[in-house]
């Protein structure tokens, strides 16, 4: 596509439900990354995939929080047992190398968990 | 993990006003990159630099490399109201495959 594309854009979810997020990242782009950003905030960095290559999982928060990236192209962000504190906008990034540190985002999903 | 600070992490100022925006980190990077976010939207690529000592101009927008690749700065000249957003330094760690991490932001309001 010609842009990194993110859905749902918005999920309203209960305490305790679990979520999915995909990203649909730009055609041929081998780095796919995910981020969390809580209101007025910076980047907060999850999960990064390179290629073929085991992903880098530093960043995620808990063992709640777990990422696959299928065919090398679309990525599911998932979220077991939401928690209120897991409330933020979570964007999605693809590159065309990781190395140049140019990503391009997707408009993000914002999670809100009552 | 490396850590990239950014300050001001607030900034108001009057149109037609001058402003600089610093990035500051103890460890190197591969390269540096500024992003631009407006509300609801994601992050926007403005610039990249790579070699120590570069600096590169985008319109009224100027950027900086340090000369030891650990900080950079954005400096805008007479800033518009349509610069106001939220402005993201971000670099590319040079260990652990090459994962970019960013700074904090600083959020820049201009008033007309």
């Known amino acids: 596509g010609a842009g990194v594309s993110q859905s749902p854009s918005n999920k309203v979810t209960e305490k305790g439900k679990d979520v999915e997020l995909r990203c649909d990242p730009i055609?041929?782009?081998?780095?796919l990354y995910w981020y969390r950003q809580s209101l007025g905030q910076g980047l907060e960095f999850l999960i990064y995939f390179q290629g073929n290559s085991a992903p880098d999982k530093s960043g995620l928060p808990s063992d709640r929080f777990s990422a696959e990236r299928t065919g090398g192209s679309v990525s599911t962000l998932t979220i077991q047992r939401t928690q209120q504190e897991d409330s933020a906008v979570y964007l999605c990034?693809?590159?065309?190398?990781?190395?140049?540190?140019?990503?391009?985002f997707g408009e993000g999903s914002r999670l809100t968990v009552l | 993990t490396q850590l990239l600070e950014q300050s001001p992490q607030f900034l108001s100022i009057q149109e037609g006003e001058n402003l600089t925006v610093y990035c500051n980190s103890s460890?190197?990077?591969?390269?540096l990159q500024w992003y631009r976010q407006e509300p609801g939207e994601g992050p926007v690529l403005l610039v990249t630099?790579?070699?120590?000592?570069e600096v590169k101009k985008l319109k009224r927008l100027t950027f900086q490399f340090g000369d030891a690749r650990k900080d950079s700065s954005l400096h805008i000249t007479a800033a518009q109201t349509g610069d106001t957003g939220l402005y993201l330094c971000?670099?590319?760690?040079?260990?652990?495959?090459?994962?970019?991490?960013f700074g904090a932001g600083t959020r820049l309001f201009v008033k007309a």
């Open positions: 630099v790579v070699t120590g000592g």
């Open positions: 990034a693809s590159s065309l190398q990781a190395h140049t540190g140019e990503l391009f």
């Open positions: 460890s190197v990077f591969s390269s």
């Open positions: 971000a670099g590319a760690e040079v260990t652990g495959g090459f994962k970019t991490i």
């Open positions: 055609s041929g782009h081998t780095a």
